[in-house]
Structure formats: structure tokens, C-alpha cells
């Protein structure tokens, strides 16, 4: 059964603590040798996403996803197209909606769940013909719509896509929603919101009329934002509503290609409904790692090359297995 008995991911004895897993690599961190040339694709709701590629000439290409807030400078991000650059791959880094430093047109920005955009880069990339196999890599929020992509579209998947990773991953949206705002996770809770309203600001104009933005702007936690923002902007009826469709646990039964998840057990983000061990040894397809360190896509143990061990993993899961 693909359930990883023994991660080999040990955490230095340094870096054992959660938090510092956690903070280090994110104002630390620099990834030196990636190059990006950005390509914009307009999306069929006249939106658009801005991909960040670091080519190779290779007829393979890993597209990559950020988590919350996050882009396609990140660390965490530029690790994964470094290592696969230099084992020859082609690289797509996919900045989400608003995420690229220009805000999206609509106001519907990107979620959890939102998955079109992601199948729209797959039809553009099949359509071009260039690439002969794709495999997607997401970190956190980018790891749940990798697996709800993957999952949802089940034997219907593009066969240019051969394989999937994610990394510490709220697969359960609802119970890691409350989890994250628990008082040890306040720091984090309070740079997310932070973020979020600065960009409900930039598009004050296309939004007022959806939503109340007083009450918007008093959001503390992700129960108090998904409720008066992102449900109601996204067409769900409420946070719960959305939460339960958009968490990719419920679709990882139909997942169809070889796809890894990677939740580190001391993830001070992620509820136990987030390791889903059952599944693993349920579903041929389906393979959890659960290291015992590693806090949220942490997994600091570094090579003489400079990789990160997620790096290291997320390669040899892909050339193994698509």
C-alpha cells in the first residue's frame, strides 16, 4: 500500500522546533540561478494569471503552485524549479490570481477550490504540443487544488499530466481553518489577514458593491473573511459551504495518476482530518509521507547542492514515477 512508513526527512537538531521550520526558510532563504520570463494567459472569464517559466528546452515541464499569499519569488517556490531546471526540466511557476503583482479585473480572485485556472494552463500547455509530460507540484493552499484538480477530473485528467505533489497540505479545510486560529498560530493568522485586506483595498471599486467591506476589513480569522468575502464573491452560501466543497480529501479516492502528499506531523497549520491514512492505504494511486518535523512546507535539512529535502523528495516521486 502507498502509505510511506518510515519519511526520510529528519529535521537538524537546530531546526527541530515547528515555528523556527516554519519562519526560517520564508526571511531566510534565497535561491540563487533562477531566471523567469513571464508569459500572461487570459483565462474565459476575461481574467487573466501570469506565469513565471524557467525553460530548459525540455519537452517536460513541472508547473508549480504557491500557497496562500504567496507567488512565484518564493523560496520555496524557486527551490522546486531549480532542482528540476537543473535535472533538465522546464518549469512553470503559476502565480494565482492578483498574486503577480497586478490585481486580477474580476472580482473573483483565487481559493482553496478554485481549480479552473489551473485547468486552463493544462488545455493551453496540451494545446501548444510542446510538452511530451507534465507533473504539478503545490505547497499549502496550491497543494489542495493539486489534489482537487487531480482528484476531480479523475480518469478524464489529461494524459499530459503523469504525476502530482503536495506539500503540507489542509486537505480539510474546515478543521484546519479552526486550527490556524488557535493562539499559537496567531502570528501567522494575523500576516494572512494583513495581506488579504491589502488586497481587497486595490480593488475597493469592483468589490463594493458585493460585499460589505466594513465588515470585510474587521475579519480576524479565516471563519470571519470566508464568510463575508470569499463565499459569498465565489458563489458559495457560506464559509462552511465552502470549505466542505473545496477540500480536496473527498477526491482523493478518484485521483488517477501517481500523486504524493507530504504533511509533516508537527504542521502547526494542519488538523488531524489532514492526514489521511486510510486513504493512503485504500488507493493504489494515493502515497502520504508523514515525517515527524518539518512544520508548514519547512522540511530544512539542506545538501551540498543548497536543496531543500522537499526538493530532493518532490524529484525523485516525479522521475520515478511519471
Known amino acids: 500500500m502507498p502509505l510511506v512508513k518510515k519519511s526520510t526527512f529528519k529535521a537538524p537538531f537546530y531546526f ?3 515555528h523556527l521550520q516554519t519562519i526560517y526558510p520564508s526571511l531566510f532563504r534565497r535561491v540563487l540561478g533562477v531566471m523567469y520570463e513571464r508569459t500572461r494567459l487570459e483565462l474565459p472569464d476575461g481574467d487573466f494569471i501570469d506565469l513565471d517559466y524557467s525553460k530548459r528546452g525540455s519537452e517536460n515541464a513541472v508547473i508549480v503552485l504557491h500557497g496562500l499569499e504567496g507567488n512565484a519569488d518564493r523560496p520555496y517556490i524557486k527551490g522546486i524549479v531549480r532542482i528540476f531546471n537543473e535535472n533538465g526540466w522546464d518549469a512553470i511557476a503559476l502565480n494565482f490570481r492578483g498574486c503577480s503583482g497586478e490585481p486580477n479585473r474580476k472580482a473573483q480572485t483565487y481559493h482553496s477550490g478554485a481549480t479552473e485556472d489551473l485547468h486552463s494552463l493544462i488545455e493551453f500547455l496540451a494545446s501548444e504540443g510542446h510538452y511530451q509530460k507534465v507533473a504539478i507540484i503545490g505547497f499549502s493552499l ?7 484538480y487531480v482528484g476531480e477530473r479523475g480518469a478524464q485528467l489529461n494524459p499530459l499530466v503523469r504525476a502530482a505533489v503536495a506539500f503540507s497540505v489542509p486537505i480539510h479545510l474546515q478543521s484546519a481553518s479552526m486550527e490556524l486560529a488557535k493562539w499559537h498560530n496567531s502570528v501567522y493568522m494575523g500576516r494572512f489577514m494583513t495581506s488579504l485586506k491589502e488586497k481587497i483595498k486595490e480593488r475597493e471599486d469592483i468589490l463594493k458593491n458585493l460585499v460589505d467591506l466594513s465588515t470585510v476589513y474587521k475579519a480576524k480569522t479565516f471563519f470571519d473573511f470566508d464568510e463575508c468575502f470569499t463565499a459569498p464573491v465565489h458563489g458559495f452560501s457560506s464559509a462552511v459551504d465552502y470549505w466542505t466543497r473545496s477540500s480536496s480529501k473527498q477526491f482523493i479516492q478518484n485521483i ?36 515527524d518535523k518539518g512544520g508548514h512546507v519547512g522540511f530544512i535539512r539542506v545538501d551540498e547542492r543548497g536543496y531543500y529535502w522537499s526538493e530532493r523528495r518532490a524529484l525523485k516521486f516525479v522521475l520515478e514515477r511519471s
Request: hydrophobic share 35%; glycine share 4%; charged share 20%.
Open 256 to 291: 488517477n495518476i501517481p500523486t504524493l502528499l507530504v504533511n509533516a506531523r508537527d504542521d502547526s497549520f494542519l488538523s488531524e482530518e489532514c492526514y489521511p491514512l486510510m486513504e493512503a492505504e485504500s488507493y493504489n494511486n494515493f502515497y502520504l509521507e508523514v515525517p
Open 142 to 148: 496550491g497543494g489542495n487544488v493539486t489534489l482537487k
Open 16 to 18: 527541530s522546533n515547528r
